[in-house]
């Protein structure tokens, strides 16, 4: 059975993985859109703060990144440079540390709905760690994303 300590755990790891991965970035260089199929990491931040929003929302929190999610959401068009609706990198990154510890708070207050049923034999925990796989899915692109940026580092070995 999952826990709450666990989710909360796997979480803070990935956001120290995000702010480890993106020290020394300019909001330029996390606009740079790779070669690929693939987003930049301003996108794939943004994307992980909406999906934590739904997590906030699930556990009855208050979404952090509301409103400006909109180009962040699953199949919207590549973010490939500055302009209306583009989240600051540093705001993303703060965003990032405020979800960490809206989720812990969130998740530590959630108690028994952790294990209530959602939907065909699924519990809330088990739906949330789904979108924890899908958190650090994404966060495991920062890795790449950062190189691409122009950066020649090994910022995790």
């Not at 260089?29 to 931040?45: D, G, R, S």
């Not at 556990?59 to 973010?79: C, K, M, N, Q």
């Not at 993303?92 to 530590?108: C, E």
Request: glycine fraction near 8%; aromatic fraction near 6%.
């Amino acid at each position: 059975m999952t826990t709450a300590d666990e989710l909360i755990a796997d979480y803070r790891r990935n956001t120290w993985i995000i702010r480890e991965q993106n020290k020394g970035l300019t909001h330029t260089q996390a606009l740079t859109q790779p070669p690929y199929n693939i987003n930049c990491m301003n996108w794939v931040l943004g994307h992980i703060l909406a999906s934590r929003d739904d997590v906030l929302t699930m556990v009855g929190a208050d979404p952090l990144f509301g409103s400006r999610a909109g180009p962040y959401t699953r199949e919207s068009e590549p973010i490939t440079e500055d302009g209306p609706g583009v989240v600051s990198l540093d705001d993303l990154i703060d965003l990032v540390g405020k979800s960490q510890h809206a989720l812990a708070t969130a998740l530590s207050d959630s108690g028994d709905p952790l294990t209530t049923s959602v939907g065909d034999e699924e519990t809330l925990a088990e739906r949330i760690r789904f979108l924890l796989w899908h958190d650090t899915y994404h966060t495991g692109q920062t890795d790449l994303l950062r190189q691409m940026s122009g950066m020649n580092d090994a910022i995790i070995t």
